[in-house]
């Protein structure tokens, strides 16, 4: 079993930056390939972004392709959202998953969560 626990959220203007990360326990991290999802009010969760075990094959949704970038440190047990020219829309509970085997992008996929950290961008 692997536990999450993500840091970095919290509340920015229209355009900035921030830099969520995710810090995994358990067994190998490595082994795992990690997404983060997010979810606003009253909606669904829905998948960001996706990176394989290696690092080697990333997904991003469509909202966030080319503003965000998930990134991963193996040897440090962690995996990172960097998220860019941030919008309004944007702002949602983030929540970082990990699945044993190849990526997917569907929350269902998803074996293991963290609690989540709260992102809001002020307009």
């Known amino acids: 079993q692997v536990q999450l626990l993500e840091s970095g959220g919290g509340l920015v203007q229209a355009g900035g930056s921030l830099r969520l990360s995710c810090a995994a326990s358990?067994?190998?991290?490595?082994?795992?390939?990690m997404g983060w999802f997010r979810q606003a009010p009253g909606k669904e969760r829905e998948f960001v972004a996706t990176?394989?075990?290696?690092?080697?094959?990333?997904n991003y949704a469509d909202s966030v392709k080319g503003r965000f970038a998930i990134s991963r440190d193996n040897a440090k047990n962690s995996a990172y959202l960097q998220m860019n020219s941030l919008k309004p829309e944007d702002t949602a509970v983030y929540y970082c998953?990990?699945?044993?085997?190849?990526?997917?992008?569907?929350?269902?996929?998803?074996?293991?969560w963290g609690q989540g950290t709260q992102v809001t961008v002020s307009s």
């Open positions: 358990g067994r190998t991290f490595s082994s795992y390939s």
């Open positions: 990176i394989s075990r290696s690092a080697g094959v990333t």
């Open positions: 998953a990990a699945r044993a085997g190849n990526t997917r992008l569907g929350r269902e996929d998803y074996d293991y």
